[in-house]
């Protein structure tokens, strides 16, 4: 049944694949690319603000992880009364392999989202997708070998815990049976070895602390990739934006094109009104007021006559149009 279900959803994520490309080439035909690129652009947009939130949320946890190891180490190595410490340990350790755990599980999570972004590649464009992942594998694998030199300590830190609850319980077994004898020297005994097993095994998990020498060189090696590929995220948005100008332009005609959109506005609005008062319907019902159609059209005995003394000055509006448009 496991098989079958990650078949079905495999297929599903391959059906869902192919309807977004098919959307994406049905916004091409029905808006003439505006559509498209709009679309393109918040993919694009909600793909990055998802990359930056997973960082944020990713570097605290590494910085908390870095934090702990350290308080951790300095307790191993500080530490007089080592059965009295036992519980403070033990709570250090749950909280630095926990931590650990959630930064390997949120890495896992983020590449399989990304994975969404591949799919939906034909809404995008392959050029863009690979200009966002440019140093993708770099970084993923930069990742990969710094969680991995964690993962070894969590799992040092999981076997040296339950060496720990083992040795406590037989600890507590043995005091218990020694009180019921009223045994006090061999109880003194059992707690001076108990202490000094304790000992030992607080100087194997320094040891296993010491070992990840030069995990803070490959996590300084992280952030640096992790830098480039914030360049390649905003490189990415720069491009189809880019672009976005480039069809805006497209779709501005004649009179209209290369003027900034707000003065094209602007004047259409202008010349909407202007063509509102040429009409003979406002002109003849005094709708409005002074109308320049009064000027330009004249009444006569069938209907109305065109003021040809206003030649002239259409000559100069026509050789105006003319410049405007050039």
Known sequence: FHHQKEAFRSECDRICAETEQVKALLAVKMTDERGFIDAALAL????????SSYEGRQRRRETE???????????????????????????????????????????????NRKQQLINNAGIIGD?????????????ETTETSFLAKLKSLSQAATQFRNELNTTELEFDE????????????????????????LREYYKQMARSVER?????????????????CNEDQNQAIEILEQRKAEVDAKMQKGLFRGIDEELAEAIKFFL?????????????????GPSLFADTFMPSDHGWTFNWDLIPELRKFEEFYANAQN
């Open 212 to 228: 990840l020498h030069g995990v803070q060189e490959m996590y300084n090696e992280l952030l640096d990739v992790r830098d480039e």
């Open 174 to 197: 043995k005091i218990k049976a020694l009180e019921e004898r009223r045994n006090m020297p061999a109880i003194e005994a059992a707690r001076i070895k108990y202490d000094r097993v």
């Open 127 to 139: 050029d863009i997708v690979a200009k966002l992942n440019s140093h993708g594998y770099e970084e």
């Open 272 to 288: 909407g009104e202007a063509r509102r008062e040429l009409l003979p319907s406002e002109a003849s019902t005094g709708v409005g």
């Open 65 to 111: 992880v870095f934090a702990m190891i350290t308080a951790f180490s300095d307790a191993l190595t500080s530490t007089t009364d080592h059965a009295q410490e036992l519980g403070t340990m033990k709570i250090m350790l749950n909280t630095v392999t926990q931590k650990i755990e959630e930064s390997i599980k949120e890495a896992e999570r983020e590449r």
């Open 44 to 51: 694009l947009y909600s793909e990055v603000t998802a990359r």
